[in-house]
């Protein structure tokens, strides 16, 4: 049914052009981004053919686009001084679309792709004009000094034609007859927002007229920034544009650490990943708001992607450039998978380098530039590696917790308070911890809890005090998950210390044997009248009382029995909990735990004469209820309060009558 210069669309192009005008409404603003990519890509060719010094129309004219915005006529144009079409080349162009390309592109559409994403990557961007344009007509002429003029057009929905037309220079318009409802970009600021946002780093100018031009109509302004820093050589990038660019990224700050890489193969790819100082206002806003800028030859593609960092290390902001990233992505779900697991690894990697680089840095004297113009250099000890610790450890203990890929060198990179004095400030080691063991001492002792504060102060603590043997201590609610999760370290068992342990057990082995009996046995020894009254006024609320030698100061503690129920797990099911907002804390005491009393102090000993000399004194069931709960509360855990505090009350009330 063609006429002379009247063609129809290939069906296939047809179905795509009608798929993109209803799938991608929503989305629009995207045909910008793909006219500005061709334009870009067609200035390019031109400076290929000027580099062969080839015979051209136009030598002189400058590589550029230019966005002219008609209101009167309510077009926008986007044009550019590229290499231009022949007639041939239109129908070609313009008319069909590679058949593969069009299978492809539909296929992936059904595999869920995102059209956003999708549309530059098969040779369909050019429909995406018809998203905001009723009519589009393409004005080009090509490079050759003798080529002649053409006019395109069409209403995208079945036919084009094709007719003679009048153009001076070379390279190509598009005008879009915009649609009303996107009349908004013929608004310069919106135009400029659009370039920024997707096409800031192509490397032609992107040029509008100012808005309102002092004197001279035809001042222009360039509006995108041209140069890829991540495509430089690190070499020439001054620390300047690297922290403006972090700027540009994260809203503020400085970064702690940069990592710059350009990689060849397998996958050609170019980066810049930034360890911030603090968290970033989007990352504190939405959970869900990390990720990375996925550029494909510097034409951002996907905002906050998260295929290509390990969950774990979502605390990182940056950017990643391929040649061929799009392709790759998504021709094939086999290869886009091993293309993202590959750079996903590979930044992972260079993550982790850093980190140890600081990790072994810190503490070291390092010279810093005067903060005052002229002054002289400074030096002050590095500290980064605890600055970054303290924002973002949790993060690492959740690889550790979730990843076991990284695992091995995620626990190196673990630092922890302590009851040493190298560990008062937080930056204990592994290493380090290892070193310092006692020569006959084989595992690493450690305590979990929900405040470092109530651990510093644990009953628990007071044995490996007198001992001299360090111990551990993790004060944050993750750490109860990172601690299921780490059994050993050098072939040293990882031990909670208010677990019983063994070599106790085995002194008592008569104890042992009846260990299948849980309920508690025989009370023996001269506190046995108090022992047996306080397992009968506790009830279940304990699974035994015992005395223990190990408390020095304190008058109680809660303790795991052996082959109990671990009380990082009790406190990890605990903080679900109350996450998904079931029982509040108190709801769920530490369950089937053995209260020890300290058999020296001077507490339990006239607790003890009382229960022998005047049972029915009311105070002793007061009193062993007290002693229990404030025994719970050393470990984090939370008992009824209103019961506590009536019976606080009675207690003082019989210290005032004394
Ligand atoms: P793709 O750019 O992915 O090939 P498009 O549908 O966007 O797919 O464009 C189809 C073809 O039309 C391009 O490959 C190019 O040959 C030609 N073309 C589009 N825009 C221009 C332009 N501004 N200058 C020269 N050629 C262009």
């Given at each position: 049914m063609s006429t002379e210069n009247s063609y129809?669309?290939?069906?296939?192009?047809?179905?795509?052009?009608?798929?993109i005008t209803h799938s991608l409404y929503q989305n629009s603003e995207v045909y910008l981004r793909e006219l500005i990519s061709n334009a870009s890509d067609a200035l390019n060719k031109v400076r290929i053919k000027q580099l062969q010094s080839e015979n051209i129309l136009d030598p002189a004219a400058p590589l550029e686009i230019r966005l002219i915005a008609d209101k009167e006529r309510n077009t926008l144009t986007v044009s550019d001084t590229g290499i231009g079409m022949t007639k041939s080349e239109l129908q070609e162009n313009l008319g069909t679309i590679a058949q593969s390309g069009t299978e492809q592109f539909l296929q992936a559409l059904d595999e869920g792709g995102d059209a956003t994403e999708l549309i530059g990557?098969?040779?369909?961007?050019?429909y995406s004009a018809f998203l905001v344009a009723s009519k589009v007509e393409v004005i080009t002429r090509g490079v050759s000094p003798q080529s002649k003029a053409w006019k395109w057009s069409s209403d995208g929905e079945d036919s084009f034609t094709i007719e003679p037309a009048e153009k001076e220079s070379r390279g190509t318009d598009i005008i879009l007859h915009l649609k009303e409802e996107d009349e908004k970009y013929l608004n310069n600021w919106e135009l400029r927002t659009l370039v920024r946002r997707y096409s800031n780093y192509i490397q032609f100018p992107i040029k509008a007229k100012k808005t309102d031009p002092k004197e001279d109509e035809d001042e222009w302004e360039t509006l995108n920034d041209q140069v890829a820093l991540w495509r430089k050589n690190p070499k020439e990038?001054?620390?300047?544009?690297?922290?403006?660019?972090?700027?540009?990224?994260?809203?503020?700050?400085?970064p702690l650490a940069t990592i710059h890489l350009r990689v060849e193969t397998p996958i050609e790819f170019y980066a810049i990943i930034y360890i911030p100082r603090f968290k970033t206002q989007n990352f504190m806003a939405q959970?869900?708001?990390?990720?990375?800028?996925?550029?494909?030859?510097?034409?951002?593609?996907?905002?906050?992607?998260?295929?290509?960092?390990?969950?774990?290390?979502?605390?990182?902001?940056?950017v990643v450039d391929g040649e061929n990233l799009k392709l790759n992505v998504s021709r094939e779900v086999l290869q886009e998978n091993s293309t993202k697991r590959a750079i996903q690894k590979h930044l992972a990697k260079k993550i982790l380098d850093k980190l140890e680089e600081m990790a072994d840095e810190f503490g070291k004297e390092i010279t810093v530039e005067s903060e005052e113009e002229d002054g002289e250099p400074e030096t002050r000890t590095n500290e980064d590696y605890m600055d970054f610790w303290r924002e973002f450890g949790p993060f690492l203990k959740e690889g550790i917790a979730q990843d076991s890929q990284y695992k091995d060198r995620l626990t190196e990179l673990l630092r922890f308070d302590s009851t040493a004095e190298e560990g008062k400030l937080g930056g204990r080691s592994l290493t380090d911890y290892v070193i310092n063991m006692k020569p006959d001492q084989d595992k690493i002792y450690y305590l979990t809890g929900l405040e470092l504060d109530m651990l510093k102060k644990s009953p628990h603590l007071e044995y490996?005090?007198?001992?001299?043997?360090?111990?551990?201590?993790?004060?944050?609610?993750?750490?109860?998950?990172?601690?299921?999760?780490l059994n050993e370290y050098q072939e040293k068992p990882f031990f909670l210390i208010d677990e019983e342990e063994t070599e106790e057990e085995e002194e008592k082995s008569e104890e042992t044997e009846d260990e299948e009996d849980d309920s508690p046995k025989e009370k023996t020894g001269p506190l046995a009248p108090l022992l047996t009254r306080a397992v009968t006024v506790l009830g279940t609320k304990v699974s035994d009382v015992k005395t223990s030698e190990r408390l020095v100061g304190a008058v109680a503690s809660l303790v795991t029995p052996k082959g109990g129920m671990n009380s990082n797990l009790q406190r990890a099911m605990r903080i679900m909990q109350a996450q998904q907002g079931g029982a509040?804390?108190?709801?769920?005491?530490?369950?089937?735990?053995?209260?020890?009393l300290n058999p020296n102090h001077e507490l339990v000993q006239r607790l003890n004469s009382l229960v022998e000399n005047t049972p029915e004194d009311e105070r002793i069931d007061m009193m062993i209820l007290q002693i229990h709960d404030q025994a719970r509360i050393l470990e984090g855990d939370v008992p009824d309060f209103a019961e506590m505090l009536s019976r606080m009350e009675n207690i003082m009330k019989f210290a005032v009558d004394e």
């Open positions: 129809q669309f290939k069906a296939s192009t047809s179905k795509v052009l009608q798929i990557m098969f040779g369909v961007g050019f990038v001054t620390e300047e544009e690297y922290e403006g660019f972090f700027r540009s990224l994260s809203m503020g700050g400085t959970q869900d708001e990390w990720g990375l800028n996925i550029y494909n030859r510097k034409v951002l593609i996907n905002e906050s992607n998260k295929e290509m960092l390990p969950e774990w290390a979502r605390f990182v902001v940056g490996y005090k007198k001992e001299g043997v360090e111990v551990l201590l993790l004060g944050e609610p993750i750490d109860s998950f990172l601690m299921m999760h509040g804390l108190g709801n769920m005491g530490m369950m089937g735990k053995v209260l020890t």
